[in-house]
């Protein structure tokens, strides 16, 4: 008897349908030899190893919660746990209800985080928050989560939010409080204060560190600085312009 399992995605159907392909192979071989010692083993074999694709689903977890060890050094992916016994109640809050210094750059905007390196508890939890905060005009420049999707919730203010697919598509809208957006995972996208007040949003992510490449500073303030003869040749420009550009930025 051959128990069918269903697969979970298109990659386990395809690694599925392999085995299954080849274990029938090797069964129909065993039964032209009914008489052969080997049948009753080769479907037993056969029973032990259908369920192979369903163990390639990333497991269950083990514990309720794994606080980060921030002194410990990185593992493959995230932190160390602290012991539990050395967990308490204040570990699993943060505050975000402080207003952000918006006045340190021609930005106007400021970025609280709530991730693992900020706020321990979410380690192995794949999710943390952002506040932002604007004051008039403030820009969170155009920038990318390579980690992950972002969701957002507009608290206080008018907010323009726009992003460009891979497609070269600009999608963009003014927001008021209440009001949500979502920007795919690592697609370029940017929030305005486009308001006559200060703006506050929420942000969320699907991972405990997303990660953020922000484009302006990536391309004119990599140290050691990216060549300028591949930033005139991208912007179309002449090398007094990214100099320009550059000194802006630290460069």
Known sequence: MIFILQPQN????????????????FLAAMMKSSNSPLYLLSCFLMLLLLPVPS???????LQDFCVADLNASISINGFPCIPA?????????????????????NLNSSVTPANVLAFPAVNTLGISMNRVDFDLGG???????????EMGLVAEGSILVGFVTTSNVYYSKVLTPGEVFVIPRGLVHFQKNVGNKKGIVFTSFNSQMPGVVIASTTLFGSQPPMPNEVLTQA?????????????KFGS
């Open 139 to 149: 820009l969170n420049p155009p920038h990318s989560h390579p980690r992950a999707t």
């Open 235 to 247: 912007f179309q420009v002449d090398d007094a312009v990214v100099n320009s550009i550059k000194s």
């Open 10 to 25: 298109q990659q386990k159907n395809i690694f599925y349908n392999l085995v299954l392909s080849k274990k029938q192979e």
């Open 85 to 105: 016994s050395k967990v308490n109640a204040s570990d699993f809050f943060f505050d975000l209800s402080k207003e952000g210094v918006t006045n340190t750059s």
């Open 55 to 61: 163990l390639s689903a990333d497991p269950d977890s």
